[in-house]
């Protein structure tokens, strides 16, 4: 298990490799071996085939709501950030603040879509905009680091693996050359170069707490200057969950040598191929249940059938009575009919939380929980 760890009397005589950090471009890195060609071929490949898919679609948002929730979740849970979607969409609707770790989910939700803005708007990625995304996912943890004696520390065996840059002007100038970078034209591929940033990233390691979050979105908002995905929908944190100690291993061993560097290259590449071939069978579940639904609803309530009606049962994984009559436009009356027969046919279920009756779309849920 990896964490931050505060030493009161740290001292730099800890081993000399765990201390070293290089700048951004890195001389004489072999970019050329063909193990990182063969796994950027095929990780090339379905992040192609998942951006092509998403711009046939015809309301992308619907999908991009969904994935973000699932990954706000699972990314959160890297960090030890536990929650369900239960207590997510209980969150969403009460905002009572009374589930801290939901509240954390939601932030990073929030998170993701900042980032997306941010790149839109500026078509740059700098500091103060990572900065801006790290507040949204932390609020309450300060700004970058002023406070020496961070480490990166096995909580299990005690063994420290990584001294991230302990002064805050050294901070600052790690950020600096890392914004250099990925503003930078140069000739090394996008997805390595995604891949380089979040290292360095990591390994600056700025901020006291939610550092992987806020380089999770930092890979999402590169990939969106590099015009590699025009919608945030890559979301690499299932793979790192279920190859978590492999991840650590790397990020930790890649400031040590050329070979260790190369290796977590290889890694990245890989979650960009799975991710994007796993995000693909998302999106095809979400679509047949799409499907599904237009056909219950088609024929079994004819009557109350609309693409709006069938899109907004979809945009989140819960609605209620004021987002139905909101957005179709109808009464209060109306909408609370509409509500009651679509759970009477299996579309919804409801459930009372506090003064509000909220309504699940079940299919939604059993796809999000798989």
Known sequence: MICINFLKNYTYMIKKELREMYKLPIKNLDLNRIDIFEQLVKATESLGILKGTLNKLPNPNIILNVITLKEAKESSEIENIITTYD?????????????PNAKEVLNYRSAINLGNHLVQE?????T????????LIEPNKGDIRKQGGTVIMNTKTGEILHIPPQNYEEIIEYLKNLEEFINLENKINPLIKMALIHLQFEMIHPYYDGNGRTGRVLNLMYLKLSDKLDTPILYLSKYIIENRNEYYNLLNKAGKSEKNILEFIIYMLKAIEKTSKYTLTLIDNIIDAMENTKKTLKDKLPKIYSKDLLELL????YTKNEYIRTKL????????????????????SSEKIGKEIIYKNISLFKIAEN
């Open 314 to 317: 979809f945009f989140e994984f």
């Open 128 to 135: 103060n905009m990572i900065n801006e995304i790290h507040h």
């Open 329 to 348: 436009n109808i009464s209060r009356q109306t909408a609370t009919s509409y509500l009651k027969q679509l759970e009477e046919v299996g579309i919804l």
């Open 122 to 126: 500026k078509n740059m990625i700098t």
């Open 87 to 99: 207590e997510l969409y209980k969150e969403m609707v009460l905002k009572d603040k009374s589930n």
